[in-house]
């Protein structure tokens, strides 16, 4: 079972097993039937408190079940998480005033301990009947001192939340030699850091921790940048990492921090649904400028109006993006693929309004809606230029883990004509920091750049 489905099925179980156990409570004071006028109260709170409950569970780490392995700190969390949840709902009430006064609390006493009851007995009851496992998670760690080996041991005794230690890999030569001779109380020796990008991609490694303090940048820039492979990367942190980071997970009481940030899910498709809401009212509220742009490029340079080009979306995939015409016909009839620069002659006088105030993109509004875009994220590129970024940039692949957007953090800090390697900086910083305030951010610089000509395509 996935740790996904664990959360969701949890969440779902608790919800019900806490409303049953207040359901319960009600039949222990009132008998049947409950009597409506202390019911409904209840009913019209039921929502808000069944909230409070699943965020206190999720306080005291009940949907991390490795946070509360064992029937000891399990029982603790549990009662931990009822009895929050208790005084949460007295206050409740309490400021709730005179209207649900007819919701009994002892009600809610007796609900506590049946709560109690439910959360454990259904986890306990789970495990017994289909054990968790998390799906494998293959972890290799760098580095070959006592931390690395305490840190293999601990993770082999958590083995049912899907870790398995593959090896591990030494500073150099000289490590590896001392790790050689004590191999028999350790993972197996898989090499050197030098040999890590040939590793992660050989061995399938889904996580590198690094336990050694190695050349932390280098080993990042090679597993992440160069490879291939989709691999997070932990760090036991040194002052430095705690001063520019904060801790992910804890493996026993050694602390981790991942570098390799990647957004959650949620993010992701809140972004989506803000992306089609967006795309459809900026669809109505833009098509007078839409119209009058189309007409002005009929007029001046003719038909076509829109001009469509092969670019690479999300994983390399290719599409075509929309946009207005702002060259002549033909513009690469001769150059062949070329990319544009500030003062390129085949751009058309209307075109460079166009391109100034960011009008000749507006059409990419249809790549966004159908899902081939986002509002913001990297520019898509065109393949011929991505073949040559990805052999000669290192990192220039990376950027392709998320969708392109129609503007982004590289379009509103760098200028027109900054390098391909300056724009990939600012794409990796958006990818691994990127955030709904940073996207809202974006958008208003971008909507300052239109307004006054100024920045970056």
Not at 112 to 123: E, N
Not at 150 to 157: K, S
Not at 429 to 441: A, C, E, F, G, S
Not at 443 to 455: A, I, S, W, Y
């Amino acid at each position: 079972m996935s740790r996904s489905r664990f959360i969701a099925i949890s969440i779902v179980i608790d919800a019900l097993s806490f409303n049953a156990a207040v359901l319960a409570a009600f039949l222990i004071r009132f008998g049947w039937p409950i009597p409506a006028f202390n019911l409904d109260p209840y009913l019209t709170l039921a929502p808000l408190l069944t909230v409070i409950f699943l965020v206190a569970a999720y306080i005291y780490g009940l949907y991390e079940p490795e946070r509360v392995e064992g029937a000891w700190p399990l029982t603790r969390a549990v009662v931990s998480a009822v009895v929050l949840t208790t005084l949460l709902t007295l206050g409740t009430l309490q400021l709730a005033g005179q209207a649900y006064d007819a919701f009994p609390r002892l009600v809610i006493l007796l609900a506590a301990p049946i709560q109690i009851l439910f959360a454990f007995g259904w986890r306990v009851g789970a495990t017994r009947v289909t054990p968790i496992r998390w799906p494998e998670q293959r972890i290799v760690i760098v580095g070959t001192g006592p931390l690395s080996y305490e840190l293999a041991r601990e993770l082999e005794q958590r083995g049912k939340w899907g870790y398995r230690v593959i090896g591990l890999v030494a500073r150099d030569e000289d490590s590896a030699s001392e790790a050689s001779a004590r191999a028999a109380e350790s993972p197996a020796l898989l090499g050197t850091v030098h040999d890590l990008t040939r590793i992660v991609e050989e061995e399938r490694v889904d996580r590198v921790i690094v336990a050694s303090p190695v050349a932390l940048r280098e080993l990042v820039e090679d597993i992440t940048l160069k490879g291939e492979a989709d691999v997070r990367v932990d760090v036991v942190p040194e002052l430095y990492e705690i001063f520019i980071g904060t801790v992910d997970s804890i493996v026993a009481d050694i602390p981790l921090m991942e570098i390799t940030h990647r957004s959650p899910r949620w993010y992701m498709g809140v972004k989506r649904v803000l992306d089609i809401v967006c795309s459809l009212v900026l669809l109505v509220v833009l098509s007078p400028l839409l119209l009058l742009a189309s007409i002005g490029i009929l007029v001046s340079m003719g038909w076509p109006v829109i001009f469509t080009q092969e670019r690479s979306g999300k994983d390399q995939r290719p599409f075509r993006v929309v946009k207005f015409r702002t060259m002549v016909r033909d513009a690469e009839a001769v150059s062949g693929p070329v990319l544009a620069t500030e003062e390129d002659p085949r751009i058309t006088p209307l075109g460079r309004v166009l391109r100034t105030y960011r009008i000749d993109e507006l059409p990419q509004i249809l790549n966004i809606l159908i899902g081939e875009m986002s509002f913001v994220g990297p520019r898509p590129e065109r393949p011929s230029f991505v073949a040559q970024f990805v052999e000669e940039i290192p990192g220039y692949r990376e950027r392709f883990r998320m969708k392109p957007g129609a503007t982004g953090l590289a379009q509103v800090s760098g200028s027109y004509a900054t390098t391909p390697e300056r724009k990939l900086k600012y794409d990796l910083i958006y990818m691994y920091h990127q955030n709904l305030l940073m996207d809202v951010q974006i958008v208003m610089d971008t909507v300052r750049v239109v307004l006054t000509g100024r920045g970056a395509r």
